[in-house]
């Protein structure tokens, strides 16, 4: 399926699919925090891949991010994304570090535990929803400039299209973002095929054609 | 002097004294093409190494290096750049995260790309002056039509030139 024959209703309904995703993901983080975490809003964008990495905040913006492949039911990428200042700020109210001294590997090892927690209860979520069996790989942390994660992500999308369809949850902490900046995004990126098999495991797969 | 950007599965092509410049590479590739000559200089930003992976047939050429890189050296012709003048240089081809098992092929992407973009310009018979790639970083670059020099720039690494 392109992202181009997609209905507002099917877009609809990938939102609920993210709404329950990482509104999961977020309730983990909460408790690992002891704050209030929540998914402040979940859109759901057909985009160009040249669009997305502007989305994430340019091509050389700074980001950590940890990835996942997920295989199964359904197949695609996971993604969460933090700017500097958010993870900065993550990390210093886990470990009371001041943040100073910038990443230490104490401080990328925090990160990379929040996102396997973030992902991991997102892929739960949406495997019970679903019904699908999911396997997730082993997730890998990366800090490096926004336009190279996300190319290299959109990789196996780029086989069949150069527009994705961004499936994003972005999170709050206390109500705010975690930091001034732009605050902290959980993507989902099903590979082509998988946005049928979605539609069918939810009964809605011939509604809202256009 | 202008900057002209070139994105994700994209090319373009200059001439002195403008640069042509792409950002953020990570497992892809940007190969670029340059006449001393003419001081003509091109590039594209190729993500995936063969159109046998692409899926249907209407498929954005410059995202394959098997099309984009044949389809760059006619647009550098077009520009009055000598084939047999038209040497390479190639940044980019990184591993960015680093799975177990069975995502295997899907992070051995960046080398890929790269072997791809070797076999293809030695099937054109242009010469590979110069390059840049591997490792597990993103790199920004950018080719100077006046020099042909190829700038590279990395998080927390010292700019290069090659």
Redesign the interface.
Known sequence: MDSGTLSDFHLDVLKEVSNIGAGNAATSLSSLLGRAVDMRVSRVVPMP??GI?DYAG???R?ILSV?V?I?GGISGNMLFVMGTSDALALISHMTGASGGEGFTDMGLSVIHEVGNIMIGSYITALSDFLGFELTP????????????????S???I???S?TAIVIDGCLSLDGNPLSEEESSHIFLLPD?DSFGRIFQALGVAGHGGR | MAVVRV????SGVVMNPDSIST??????VGVTLYDEKRRVGGMVHV??PSTE????TDF?RS?FADSAVPDLLKQMIRYGADERRIKAKLAGG?Q????????DS?LK??SRNVEACRKVLSALRIPILSEDTGG?????VELFSDSGMLEIRA?GREKKLI
């Open positions: 891949f040249n990495v340019g091509a050389e700074m990835f492949r295989e790989s082993v997730p890998s942390l990366a800090m490096d400039m926004a336009g190279a994660i996300l190319a290299f959109l990789s196996e780029g086989r069949s150069d082509p | 994105g994700i599965a994209e950002l953020g590479l990570g497992s892809c993500m995936l992976l692409a899926r249907g954005n995202k990184a960015m995260f680093s799975l177990g098992g069975n995502a899907l992407i960046g597990s970083w993103g790199r920004t998080i």
